[in-house]
C-alpha cells in the first residue's frame, strides 16, 4: 500500500506546466467546487513529492477502487485520543460493510506528523452521490464531540479542471 498523498495548490498555469512536466505521475488539476480559481493537484503516486511545496498526508487505511478523474472530498477533523478511538472504529466498520452508492474509494489519512488531524478522501460520482451519504444518518463523530467548542472540522470539495487544449 502507498504510504502517503501529496497535494499543492496554485494556479491553473503553475499546475498545468507541472502536470506537462511529469506526465508519468499522471496528475490531475482540481477546481474547488465553491471558491472560483482556487486550484489543487492531487499526486497519489505514493513516490516522492515533486512539489516544491507539498502538503502531504500520511495513509493509516484504504478501500475501494480509486476514480480520480471525479469528484473528490476532504473531511479534516481534529482529534483528541479518545474521539479518534470513536473514528476509526466508525471509519472502519464503513470500510468493511461496503461503499455507499457513488464512492468509489476512500482513504483514512492523518496530516503528515499530526496523528491528531484525521482526513478523510472520497473518491465519487458526483457531488450529488457524496450529500446523499453525507447527510444519511452515518455519523462519523458523536454529537457531543460536534457541539463542543474546541472541535475543529473542515470540509473541502473538488471537481477536475477542464484541461484547455493549445491553441
Known amino acids: 500500500m502507498k504510504q502517503q498523498i501529496a497535494i499543492?495548490?496554485?494556479?491553473?498555469q503553475i499546475l498545468s506546466t507541472i502536470r506537462d512536466k511529469y506526465p508519468d505521475r499522471h496528475l490531475v488539476i482540481y477546481q474547488a467546487l465553491?471558491?472560483?480559481?482556487?486550484?489543487?493537484?492531487?499526486?497519489?503516486?505514493?513516490?516522492?513529492?515533486?512539489?516544491?511545496?507539498?502538503?502531504?498526508?500520511?495513509i493509516l487505511g484504504h478501500t475501494g477502487t480509486d476514480k480520480w478523474e471525479g469528484f473528490i472530498s476532504f473531511s479534516t477533523l481534529d482529534?483528541?485520543?479518545?474521539?479518534?478511538k470513536v473514528f476509526d472504529a466508525r471509519l472502519n466498520k464503513?470500510?468493511?460493510?461496503?461503499?455507499?452508492?457513488?464512492?468509489?474509494?476512500?482513504y483514512s489519512l492523518n496530516y503528515h506528523?499530526?496523528?491528531?488531524?484525521?482526513?478523510?478522501?472520497?473518491?465519487?460520482?458526483s457531488y450529488s452521490n457524496f450529500e446523499i451519504?453525507?447527510?444519511?444518518?452515518?455519523?462519523?463523530?458523536?454529537?457531543e464531540y460536534r457541539d463542543s467548542p474546541s472541535?475543529?472540522?473542515h470540509e473541502a470539495y473538488y471537481t477536475p479542471a477542464e484541461k484547455k487544449e493549445a491553441e
Not at 499543492?8 to 491553473?12: D, I, R
Not at 480559481?37 to 498526508?57: A, H, N, Q, R, W
Not at 482529534?79 to 479518534?84: E, P
Open 8 to 12: 499543492t495548490f496554485g494556479n491553473e
Open 34 to 58: 465553491n471558491q472560483q480559481g482556487k486550484m489543487m493537484m492531487l499526486d497519489y503516486s505514493g513516490k516522492e513529492s515533486i512539489f516544491k511545496s507539498p502538503v502531504y498526508y500520511d
Open 79 to 84: 482529534l483528541n485520543f479518545d474521539q479518534q
Open 94 to 106: 464503513l470500510m468493511s460493510d461496503g461503499l455507499p452508492i457513488g464512492m468509489h474509494s476512500i
Open 113 to 125: 506528523k499530526d496523528i491528531n488531524q484525521r482526513v478523510i478522501l472520497g473518491t465519487w460520482d
Open 133 to 143: 451519504w453525507k447527510n444519511s444518518s452515518h455519523e462519523f463523530i458523536p454529537k
Open 151 to 153: 472541535f475543529y472540522s
